[in-house]
């Protein structure tokens, strides 16, 4: 059923109320008219019964009575008046003086209790149409008190009085004849205001779906459609303001995405309305258990000052300045800044600073000259050594010459697996653009990393775990994502000790970049030493000796190999043991 449209219901509603005022004036009038009438009709026998009373008051005053004034009533005032006029004067008490009806003055009974004549007692005049039972005829009566006696006159209420009294028609007629004119006005009226409606009711439509078309919307010239014009400018600049601000949102959100800092939005229930994947990943660093959770934070220990903090914040209620608290926050070797600021609608920011970076570049520069020259002193001397014994004793047996020729083979390999790792990290700090990327599987890498190590973890007694997803897809270079899970593999094997678990996962993908877990159930690392870590050629056995192999660079490696894909990475001790590190590669 094809709904009713608005011009429509305010023709039919203005139609409505036009009808009933009409009715209600009509009726008004007509009753109106009756009245006057009425009182035309009382006023002429008004005139009668004042003529009456005048003739029975003179009559008296001759110095006969009322009661005697019959023959003289009948003489000289009845050849005047209408001859269907009925002339009746009564006494206070109701009795009949005089009747001019011969039929009626038969009747003797009290008329105090006529409806007119106890009018005319009480209000000194009063009328009243009735039937009389004593001639059988309806008459329009009319009484009036003079005092002494009452004059009632009555009219048969025939076909003439009842015409009379009738309203005229005329009114009824105009009204008739102008309602197709005022109908014309209405249906003019209701459609100026049905298309402003309508302009209006299409424009918000519209609107609703998002799709208003301003060059297509348009309202007549009527105060209801400058209306309409005004509501549409409004909401076209809110619009573009609605874009603006979006656009901001959008470029803010962008700019929090690729903070420096972990930075996350709260509402005034600490329930996370934002947090950038920097943020995740530092939270994770501090708490004990890794968590894409972060309404963890408010149980951990290490957030109880800012827990504190906002439960003051929240109890001041405070609107005048923004409130602002800063603390650090030290774990695994590092030092992470947190600070909150807490807006007047109680949600809050808290950001989250990595502030070891700098300390460790100023460390690693400072002993970087120091270190590369050490490192590789010791295999030059060694292979100088073995070569200067071959060259000054010719006589050596042809064992020690090939014992010797080993060892500074052994030396020369050790140099060039240090030329070719500090290479690598000198690549991918200064020309990572030349490195290729392409998608990859991170759980394929990782199982062939462990496949190719089965025997040195077989040798060590170790088990090695891959509990990263099949299809984990990073976008990267293979050679640096190989040397992550690589370094991170043979670092456990060199220091984690016999009969223990190497265990690799992904425990987050929030679609932009994968969260990983590398841990072993070793010894550890001492806390002091757990920051100096990725230091280029830092080890942590005592007097830096190199039994375990290695060039010193591994971990670093792993550093620089995880900043290529735009990823971060900590490292700590694990409470059940062992060392674990967290990192995030961009997807």
């Given at each position: ?26 009726l ?32 008296s ?76 005829v ?90 309409g ?19 901001e ?13 972990g ?18 990943q ?15 934070i ?61 300390e ?62 500090v ?14 990327k392409?998608?990859l ?71 932009e ?6 841990y ?29 192999g ?17 990823g ?13 590190f ?6």
């Amino acid at each position: 059923m094809k709904p009713i449209t608005y011009k429509a219901k305010l023709l039919i509603n203005f139609t409505l109320i036009f009808v009933v005022f009409a009715v209600v004036l009509v009726l008004f009038q007509q009753r109106r008219e009756t009245t006057y009438r009425r009182e035309l009709l009382e006023t002429r026998l008004r005139t009668y019964a004042d003529l009456t009373a005048a003739e029975a008051q003179l009559t008296s005053d001759t110095g006969q009575t009322v009661s005697g004034t019959d023959s003289l009533v009948r003489q000289s005032l009845l050849a005047t008046l209408p001859g269907d006029l009925r002339l009746t004067i009564i006494s206070r008490q109701g009795k009949v003086i005089f009747e001019s009806d011969a039929k009626a003055s038969r009747q003797t009974e009290d008329h105090a209790g006529r409806p007119e004549v106890k009018r005319a007692v009480t209000k000194t005049e009063g009328s009243d149409i009735r039937h009389s039972e004593s001639t059988g005829v309806t008459y329009f009566y009319f009484a009036k008190n003079y005092g002494g006696f009452i004059v009632r006159v009555a009219l048969p209420y025939d076909d003439t009085v009842q015409n009379f009294m009738k309203a005229d028609n005329i009114f009824l007629w105009f009204v008739l004849l102008i309602f197709p004119v005022v109908l014309v006005i209405l249906i003019r009226l209701s459609d100026r205001f049905g298309k402003a409606i309508a302009s209006l009711r299409h424009f918000i439509d519209s609107a609703e779906r998002g799709l208003v078309d301003y060059d297509h919307i348009s309202f007549p010239h009527s105060e209801l459609g400058d209306v309409g014009r005004k509501v549409t400018h409004c909401y076209r600049r809110l619009e573009e303001t609605g874009r603006q601000i979006a656009a901001e949102r959008e470029r803010l959100i962008r700019h929090f995405h690729y903070f420096e800092e972990g930075i996350a939005i709260f509402s005034a229930d600490r329930q996370k309305m934002y947090a950038n994947p920097r943020f995740l990943q530092y939270v994770n660093t501090i708490l004990d258990r890794p968590t894409a959770n972060l309404n963890a934070i408010w149980t951990a220990e290490e957030m109880k000052p800012a827990v504190e903090f906002l439960d003051i914040t929240e109890k001041q209620q405070t609107t005048a300045d923004v409130p602002y608290f800063k603390f650090n926050i030290t774990t695994g070797g590092n030092w992470f800044a947190v600070q909150l600021l807490v807006y007047r609608d109680a949600t809050f920011e808290m950001t989250i600073a990595d502030v070891t970076r700098t300390e460790k570049n100023k460390l690693l520069k400072q002993q970087m000259s120091n270190n590369i020259t050490h490192e590789l002193r010791t295999p030059v001397s060694s292979i100088r050594g073995y070569l200067e014994t071959l060259t000054d004793c010719p006589g050596l047996s042809e064992a020690k010459k090939q014992y010797f020729i080993q060892k500074a083979h052994s030396q020369v390999v050790r140099l060039t697996d240090l030329i070719r790792d500090v290479a690598l990290i000198t690549k991918t700090e200064e020309a990572p653009e030349t490195l290729p990327k392409e998608r990859l599987d991170v759980s394929a890498v990782v199982a062939d990393i462990f496949e190719e190590l089965q025997q040195p973890l077989h040798d060590a007694h170790m088990t090695a775990v891959n509990a990263v997803p099949k299809g984990t897809m990073v976008t990267g270079n293979y050679s640096l994502l190989y040397s992550i899970f690589r370094n991170l593999t043979e670092n456990s094997l060199r220091y984690a000790g016999e009969n223990t678990r190497l265990v690799a996962e992904c425990y987050n993908d929030d679609g932009e970049y994968a969260y990983f877990l590398f841990y072993d159930t070793g010894v550890g690392v001492p806390e002091e030493h757990l920051k100096r870590l990725f230091e280029r050629f830092y080890r942590v056995t005592e007097g830096r000796t190199r039994d375990c192999g290695g060039t010193g660079l591994g971990l670093s490696i792993v550093r620089n190999a995880v900043a290529f894909h735009s990823g971060t990475i900590t490292v700590r001790n694990r409470k059940e043991g062992g060392l674990e590190f967290l990192f995030t590669l961009k997807k």
